[in-house]
């Protein structure tokens, strides 16, 4: 084995969103509804984590805290694969509908609930990730989520694999916009392109779901081409490609199957870390 072979080109982060049932209680579903976010729990995630145990690679679960309190049993489970966990709202909150004052006591009571219950569970690390539900940011949600004492945010889509500082005090009119200034927040990228859930679970009316094939194909490609380029530009090396992905959709049947070669992929290719979220941010800051 050469020295290149040990050299980190390209960071691989593979998050997980525990959504579970939070959501569809929020909403008030059915139980076929609740269903379907419940296979997350029994099924998606312990498949899940067997693959990542099997293949001796970190993973980062966002939990909602409502996931943490019904499934105790679950989140002992990622803590035991020694995983980050991250905040995901409490019921799977839609942040950018709440009134200000509601939002930001959202994310300190959520911090504080997810902290407690992953102590419970043996994690022994602070809890310094934040992914907002659907993605859904206000304009205030990164300046609560900084002022609660994160260190970053994986809800923006701005950059590949490039970690940066979030800005805040943006002013958009018309005529143009006024960008803010640089937060202490760093930003982990994310893309909807990488995220399973708008290939497999498109909702009522939104169309047929993806073969596992179709999502594959990109995934799979967005891998090799962000090794490439950070093979031809170092100063992508302490960026990561970050993928996104839920237990119930992931996990279900021959789903599991791109996860996998996603993994394989990443080991065949030689210099791809994957990493935890909060290990790939320290190493960036
Ligand atoms: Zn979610």
């Known amino acids: 084995m050469n020295q290149a072979a040990n050299e980190v080109i390209l960071q691989v982060a593979l998050t997980f969103d525990h959504d579970a049932i939070s959501s569809d209680v929020e909403k008030g579903h059915r139980p076929f509804d609740r269903s379907i976010g419940e296979f997350g729990p029994r099924v998606g995630l312990p498949r899940i984590l067997n693959i990542l145990a099997r293949e001796s690679v970190p993973a980062t679960f966002f939990v909602p805290v409502h996931t943490a309190h019904t499934w105790p ?14 905040c995901h709202g409490w019921a799977h909150e839609d ?34 990730g934040f992914r907002a539900p659907y993605w859904s940011l206000s304009e205030q949600t990164l300046r609560h989520v900084e ?40 930003e982990a990228p994310i893309s909807h392109w990488l995220d399973d859930w708008p290939w497999f679970e498109p909702g009522r009316g939104g169309g047929p779901a993806s073969p596992p094939s179709a999502f594959a194909e990109v995934a799979l490609a967005e891998l090799r081409l962000a090794h490439a380029r950070a093979a031809a530009d170092p100063t992508l090396r302490s960026g990561v490609l970050t993928y996104t992905f839920h237990p119930e959709c992931i996990g279900r049947g021959s789903r599991a199957e791109v996860l996998e070669a996603i993994i394989a992929a990443g080991k065949a290719l030689g210099g791809v870390h994957f990493t935890r979220l909060d290990a790939a941010v320290h190493a960036a800051k």
């Open 73 to 86: 049993e679950s989140l002992a489970a990622i803590v035991a694969g020694g995983h980050e966990v991250g």
């Open 95 to 128: 942040h950018a509908a709440l009134p200000p004052g509601d939002e930001r006591d959202l994310i300190v009571r959520q911090k504080a609930a997810l902290t407690a219950a992953a102590q419970n569970a043996g994690y022994r690390h602070p809890i310094i």
């Open 147 to 186: 002022d609660a004492g994160f260190t970053y945010d994986s809800s923006l889509a701005w950059e590949e694999t490039r970690i940066t500082p979030v800005r805040h005090g943006d002013q958009h009119t018309i005529e143009r916009s006024i960008l803010g200034t640089n937060g202490s927040l760093l």
